[in-house]
């Protein structure tokens, strides 16, 4: 036995060394879960292939930002604030959750999705939009922007709108709020005729150098803010 | 299933400064020899011995230098960056590798392609880098795997000197080859492989002013290997 | 111990590596395609930057692990094919010594590859308005460790195998696996055959864990893992690379030529 040892030494270091992978393995998941919801929760009615491909594949990351991408092409961009069918933005929690759950710590998804399903009028759907502030809680507890918004639903289901808005106008100085968010927000201010507020809000959104693709709207937004609060 | 014999039962004693010539046919067992010498071989029966070392052995390849039939050093290298590598593995001293080098692409004629890349050389080119690598760290004891095949005249008549300068320098020299009228030229012995087993050991007593004596010897000795028959055109 | 051939192997590999214009023509593409991250992301309207730092992490890992597949598993079988293996082996050099230069010398030149594109990302990143975050130097560190420990799998089943395509299959397939042995814990836990059981918990056990190189993926979760968890992966990634060369070496110590 020492003799076949002897002779085949790297086989037996390797066999150390593999009960040291086995033990640091052990030691690793005793330490930290990987903070991912299992596949079993993935979305994968429309696009399983494509999600779980790019997981095992190791681009966790990178689909759900493909995830985001298709997210934004289905509600589209600023024409989102234009009168469509409802019917357009049937799967807004399904594509938002769907990305959240490729990524959990994709905020700015929740807020998104939240903000679409929650004010905009002819969507007008406050229920959904708490299951994702709900979902986005669960695993960004400490996120205070979510809070706030969970309020503001709150705030909009007793018709409450000044308080409703005090928490918006709160939410949306996260740094990294979303620029449709913001628009939404405004757009608020504007239906309780608080137009000063609200071409704040353009005007910040203008002054935005990485949201330069709204800064049209922006400033249609002004121009037709700016004729309303003039008229008696 | 066949079971073919490479080399069996082959034990040859040479003496220091010393050229000898390993002959046989093609699939005789040269190169096999020569393989199990170096430890690229290992046997299936029995043990492979230099100096009564078990091979391979690192002291004893530290003093073995390797002329393979057809060398093959990285493209990726110049011929110097290859050689200088070659003194490394060789465990020559940092203090006295780079002159070495230069020194010994001057003895080879490689001074002026040294820093060019290797996949741009010649084969005549390559073949002289191999023939730096095995010299560059002064070895006792050379291998050559058949040395001279694919050579035109005057590379021949190079290695021929080659061979007669290290048998000067007190050098072992170890040469396998077909080549019957380079061997008689420049080994001292040379022992003739037959289906991997020794035939006979000759020495150049036997054959030096005999000429066609060595051919004599050697195809009365030989069988064929291989699975074709004889030419009938006699 | 004599460690000189050991440099000289790495030396010349490294050599190789780096003249070598598949290896220069990846790097470049990787630069193309962290350079095109700027297009794409501006489809992702305001979240670019973090699209831009996704596609970057992400690109520089995949052209890694392209790389280090092709040219790990072709490291000593093309020394073999072309028999230049022979001059290095009839030198005084142990084998493991060979084989363990020839995988440092490879994993060095990639992990200069992606340091050469991680510092264009950073350069593109910081243009588009990036804040510093040390995570960036984490997440890269666990991507180059993971391609560590993939390249030295796929160097022991170059070995294994008859064919190099065999061994990039392999290679590919303990790539996936390897991201996905979360499930396969998920499944042996919940199995009721305790054959399966016993099977998935073995396969989850021994296959590398990827996912948990991924820490581009976690680092923004709230409750990220403490300094013993980074000391462990230390030691899971070091023993792991070291099993597939001493595997790598025992077989090479067999190997004829």
């Known amino acids: ?232 | 299933m066949k079971v073919s014999v490479g080399v069996e039962n082959l034990s040859l004693e040479i003496d220091q400064g010393e050229v000898f010539g390993l002959l046989g046919l093609n699939g005789a067992g040269k190169t096999t020899t020569i393989k199990l010498l170096l430890g690229l071989l290992f046997p299936t029966k029995g043990k492979v011995s230099i100096r009564g070392e078990a091979m391979p052995n690192l002291n004893i390849l530290r003093k073995i230098g390797y002329l393979p039939e057809a060398a093959y050093i990285n493209k990726y290298l110049t011929g110097r960056e290859a050689v200088n590598i070659f003194a490394k593995l060789s465990k020559m001293p940092a203090q006295i590798r780079k002159k070495a080098v230069g020194d010994i692409l001057e003895k080879v004629g490689m001074t002026a392609g040294a820093d060019k890349k290797i996949g741009e050389y010649s084969k005549g080119m390559v073949q002289r880098i191999s023939m730096a690598q095995a010299l560059i760290h002064n070895p006792d004891i050379l291998i050559m795997d058949e040395p001279i095949t694919g050579l035109d005249p005057l590379a021949i008549l190079e290695v021929r000197q080659l061979i007669m300068w290290l048998k000067s320098q007190g050098k072992t020299v170890f040469l396998s080859s077909h080549n019957i009228s380079e061997v008689e030229k420049v080994c001292d012995r040379i022992a003739i492989l037959t289906n991997g087993r020794l035939a006979s050991v000759v020495s150049n007593q036997d054959w030096r002013d005999k000429e066609g004596r060595l051919e004599e010897i050697f195809t009365s000795t030989v069988k064929r290997t291989e699975n074709i028959g004889p030419l009938k055109f006699s | 111990m004599d460690l000189e051939g050991l440099f000289a192997v790495i030396h010349y590999t490294l050599k190789e590596h780096i003249r070598n214009r598949v290896y220069l023509i990846l790097v470049l593409f990787g630069g193309i395609l962290i350079g095109s991250a700027l297009i794409v992301s501006s489809l992702a309207l305001d979240q670019q930057v973090r699209m831009i730092l996704d596609i970057g992490l992400a690109g520089i890992e995949f052209i890694a692990l392209m790389t280090v597949i092709f040219i790990t598993v072709n490291l000593v079988l093309v020394e073999m094919e072309t028999r230049s293996i022979y001059l290095i082996l009839s030198h005084p050099i142990e084998r493991w010594q060979y084989i363990l230069g020839r995988y440092l010398g490879t994993i060095i030149a990639l992990l200069l590859g992606m340091l050469a594109m991680a510092i264009f990302h950073l350069g593109t990143l910081f243009l588009e308005g990036w804040a510093w975050n040390i995570s960036y130097l984490v997440s890269l560190g666990a991507s180059m460790a993971k391609i560590a420990v993939i390249g030295s799998l796929a160097l022991f089943l170059s070995l294994c195998t008859t064919s190099s395509a065999s061994a990039m299959s392999f290679t590919a397939f303990l790539w996936i696996l390897g991201h996905f042995t979360g499930e396969l814990r998920f499944m042996a836990e919940k199995s009721a055959n305790p054959i399966t059981k016993f099977l998935l918990w073995v396969v989850q056990e021994v296959a590398p864990n990827f996912s948990y190189f991924n820490y581009r993926d976690f680092w923004q979760a709230v409750q990220t893992p403490p300094p013993g968890w980074f000391a462990w992966m230390t030691v899971y990634t070091l023993c792991y690379i070291g099993t597939a060369l001493l595997l790598s070496s025992w077989l090479f110590s067999k190997r004829e030529f």
């Not at chain 1, 040892?5 to 060394?17: E, P, T």
């Not at chain 1, 790019?54 to 997210?71: E, H, M, P, S, T």
């Not at chain 1, 938002?96 to 710590?105: A, C, H």
């Open chain 1, 1 to 232: 036995m020492a003799e076949l040892c002897r002779k085949n030494k790297a086989l037996v270091a390797s066999l150390i060394l593999f009960a040291g992978v086995l033990f640091s393995h052990r030691e690793i998941n005793r330490l930290y879960t990987l903070p991912f919801p299992p596949f079993r929760e993935l979305l994968v009615k429309y696009t399983g292939m494509q999600d779980i491909s790019f997981i095992v594949f190791g681009f966790r990351d990178l689909g759900a930002d493909v995830a985001w991408v298709q997210l934004l092409q289905y509600v589209g961009g600023p024409s989102v604030f234009d009168e469509v069918s409802k019917k357009k933005f049937e799967l807004v929690e399904y594509l938002t959750l769907r990305t959240t759950r490729i990524d959990p710590y994709f905020r700015q998804a929740y807020i998104f999705g939240a903000s679409i399903l929650g004010w905009i009028k002819v969507i007008n759907r406050p229920d959904e939009a708490l299951d994702v502030l709900d979902e986005g809680l669960k695993y960004n507890p400490k996120f205070w922007p979510l809070h706030m918004y969970v309020a503001g639903l709150g705030f909009k289901k007793k018709n409450e709108m000044g308080k409703m808005l005090e928490m918006l106008a709160n939410a949306i100085l996260d740094p990294d709020c979303p620029v449709t968010v913001k628009g939404i927000v405004a757009r608020s201010y504007e239906e309780q005729k608080r137009y000063p507020e609200a071409i704040a809000i353009w005007k910040s959104i203008l002054a935005d150098e990485r949201v330069s693709y709204y800064h049209a709207k922006a400033r249609s937004e002004i121009f037709k803010l700016l004729r309303h609060s003039r008229m008696p």
